[in-house]
């Protein structure tokens, strides 16, 4: 089959023959349609992340396909259902977080000793096919193209997951900082919600675009934030944290501020003066915080209420691909198809 392969830390991505996994007697054979490059991706191809721990270094997280070959001890899926799969599919079983016996969330892949990873501790989604446990897989809602599935695998079910950890209440308004891969899907769900929702980005130029995708309100930073009212959820989807920090400026009393996008230069500090404390403000932090939330997630972009914004590449082109996400350049998500 085709894959792409990371050769090694810093090196271009490279399509390449490889062999064509095998699935055991739980697993199924998914025939990939698309799968996504995230930023997470390239910071492995930097090294910023940990390098796949397998060879050949098979990158891809965000795996869309059919079902083509199901194993022997298989009941729950059938050949010609299209799936995907998570980036954490799976844990140890017998660590000190296992034993606290909570749902598979990604948490894991910060607590448990040895998750399973796809495209980091196992065989990624950037190839033609992927085996993968039946039970470590999600279907994806009829009628949804491969292509507007894969980014809701990840950004949007981390977009989602931020916005139902905060639990806006009715009345209460949302803002979204950083309209990228994350935020223009953020915006979209609080939207589809019912929420008054704020877009802050520093980027003029996206000002108009994040309107289209349903912001009433467009700022630049905190203070233009308070300035129109402030807002009691303030998620966090770029990878600023000082952009963060400078969100609170806004952050109404009792306001929930959520972290969702990784900073790997600077830490997260609360603004000088700022009476944290005293405003009953609360800092969450929210990843991919259970399946259930990735299919209402994939179920509100099946219904026509959130459309990822896409930029495809064959999988000829996928070290271009990788260099566009890497400067980016790609307007929201990149997707390779094979």
């Given at each position: 089959?085709?894959?792409?392969?990371?050769?090694?830390?810093?090196?271009?991505?490279?399509?390449?023959?490889?062999?064509?996994?095998?699935?055991?007697?739980?697993?199924?054979?998914?025939?990939?349609?698309?799968?996504?490059?995230?930023?997470?991706?390239?910071?492995?191809?930097?090294?910023?992340?940990?390098?796949?721990?397998?060879?050949?270094?098979?990158?891809?997280?965000?795996?869309?396909?059919?079902?083509?070959?199901?194993?022997?001890?298989?009941t729950s899926?059938?050949?010609?259902?299209?799936?995907?799969?998570?980036?954490?599919?799976?844990?140890?079983?017998?660590?000190?977080?296992?034993?606290?016996?909570?749902?598979?969330?990604?948490?894991?892949?910060?607590?448990?000793?040895?998750?399973?990873?796809?495209?980091?501790?196992?065989?990624?989604?950037?190839?033609?096919?992927?085996?993968?446990?039946?039970?470590?897989?999600?279907?994806?809602?009829?009628?949804?193209?491969?292509?507007?599935?894969?980014?809701?695998?990840?950004?949007?079910?981390?977009s989602w997951?931020?916005?139902?950890?905060?639990?806006?209440?009715?009345?209460?308004?949302?803002?979204?900082?950083?309209?990228?891969?994350?935020?223009?899907?953020?915006?979209?769900?609080?939207?589809?919600?019912?929420?008054?929702?704020?877009?802050?980005?520093?980027?003029?130029?996206?000002?108009?675009?994040?309107?289209?995708?349903?912001?009433?309100?467009?700022?630049?930073?905190?203070?233009?934030?308070?300035?129109?009212?402030?807002?009691?959820?303030?998620?966090?989807?770029?990878?600023?944290?000082?952009?963060?920090?400078?969100?609170?400026?806004?952050?109404?009393?009792?306001?929930?501020?959520?972290?969702a996008g990784?900073?790997?230069?600077?830490?997260?500090?609360?603004?000088?003066?700022?009476?944290?404390?005293?405003?009953?403000?609360?800092?969450?932090?929210?990843?991919?915080?259970?399946?259930?939330?990735?299919?209402?997630?994939?179920?509100?972009?099946?219904?026509?209420?959130?459309?990822?914004?896409?930029?495809?590449?064959?999988?000829?082109?996928?070290?271009?691909?990788?260099?566009?996400?890497?400067?980016?350049?790609?307007?929201?998500?990149?997707?390779?198809?094979?």
């Open positions: 089959m085709k894959a792409a392969v990371i050769p090694g830390v810093n090196e271009e991505w490279e399509l390449r023959e490889v062999p064509t996994p095998e699935p055991g007697p739980a697993d199924v054979l998914i025939r990939v349609r698309a799968s996504g490059i995230c930023s997470n991706d390239v910071l492995v191809t930097k090294g910023m992340l940990p390098f796949p721990a397998f060879d050949p270094a098979i990158p891809g997280h965000e795996p869309v396909g059919e079902v083509v070959a199901v194993g022997d001890a298989v899926r059938q050949v010609g259902d299209v799936v995907g799969t998570t980036w954490i599919r799976g844990t140890c079983g017998s660590c000190d977080y296992c034993r606290l016996g909570l749902p598979l969330s990604a948490r894991a892949a910060f607590a448990c000793a040895a998750p399973v990873s796809t495209g980091f501790t196992v065989q990624g989604g950037q190839a033609e096919y992927i085996v993968v446990a039946a039970d470590q897989t999600v279907l994806i809602p009829d009628h949804l193209a491969p292509e507007l599935a894969v980014p809701v695998l990840c950004a949007g079910y981390t997951s931020a916005l139902r950890s905060a639990d806006p209440k009715p009345g209460e308004r949302v803002a979204v900082v950083g309209i990228g891969g994350l935020g223009h899907l953020a915006v979209q769900y609080a939207r589809a919600c019912g929420f008054d929702t704020i877009a802050v980005t520093s980027s003029p130029e996206k000002h108009d675009l994040a309107r289209e995708l349903g912001a009433g309100t467009v700022v630049s930073n905190g203070e233009e934030l308070r300035a129109a009212g402030g807002a009691d959820v303030v998620l966090v989807t770029g990878t600023s944290y000082r952009a963060a920090a400078d969100a609170m400026t806004g952050l109404n009393v009792n306001g929930r501020l959520v972290l990784i900073d790997v230069t600077e830490p997260f500090t609360l603004p000088p003066m700022l009476p944290f404390f005293g405003l009953g403000q609360r800092i969450i932090g929210a990843t991919h915080n259970g399946t259930e939330y990735l299919r209402e997630a994939l179920d509100l972009v099946a219904a026509g209420k959130v459309k990822p914004l896409v930029e495809t590449f064959a999988a000829e082109d996928v070290a271009e691909a990788v260099r566009k996400v890497g400067k980016g350049e790609v307007r929201f998500r990149a997707v390779v198809t094979y």
